[in-house]
C-alpha cells in the first residue's frame, strides 16, 4: 500500500495568513494526488484534483503543486470559511489512500 | 442537481450485519464508479472499495475483503455496502462518493454519510 503522511498534523493561523499544507507519498505517484475540506460533521468537499487542477466552484486562492511524492496545498489567504480539516489522497495505485489530515485551526 | 443521498443511521449488535444504500440523483448513475469511505470519530478517512454500477464489477480493499459486499439497484439509481461481522471496530461514519476517472481519478460527489454504530 502506497503510505501518505501530511504535515503538520494541526497549525494554528489567522485570517489573511497565508498557509502551506505537505503530504509526502511513500513511492512516486506521478500527479495522482487529490485534496478534500472537511469541516465537522460534515462529508469531505473535494478542492483540487490531479496536483493542481481547481474543482469548480472553489475559490482560487487554493493551490496545488508538486510531483512524484511531496505535493502542498497552499491557501493564499486565509478566510473564516477555511477553517476545516484536510486530507490529501493518492489514487495511482488500485488502494486509494488517504493522508491523515491536517487541521486548520 | 448531482446528489448522493444516504440512508439513516443504524444501530447494531457485535456479529450482525449492516447495509447503508447511497441514492443518486442529477446524473447518469451508471456512468460513474460508487466508492465507499468511512471515518472513526475522530480519525482519517479510510477508503472500503467501489462498485461499477454499469457491470456491477467491485474492487475492495484487502482489509475488508471477505467481509463487505457492493451492490446497485440500476432501477433506482442506488447503490449498496454491506459489511458483515460488525466488531465495535466498524463504529463510524460511513460515506459514499461518486469516482470521477477525469485526468486523474478522484470523488467529485459525496453522500451526507451515514452513522453506523456497533455496541452490545
Redesign the interface.
Known sequence: DIQMTQSPSSLSASVGDRVAITCRASQSID????W?QQKPGK????LI???S?L?GGVPSRFTGSGSGTDFTLTISSLQPEDFATY?C?Q?YS????????TKVE | QVQLVQSGAEVKKPGASVKVSCKASGYTFTSYDINWVRQATGHGLEWMGWMNPYGGNTDYSQKFQGRVTMTRDTSTSTAYMELHSLTSDDTAVYFCARGAPLIVYHMDVWGQGTTVTVSS
Not at chain 1, 94 to 101: E, H, V
Open positions: 500527479n495522482y494526488l487529490n478534500y462529508a469531505p468537499r473535494l484534483y490531479a496536483t487542477t474543482q486530507f489522497q489514487t488500485s488502494l486509494w489512500t488517504f493522508g491523515q489530515g
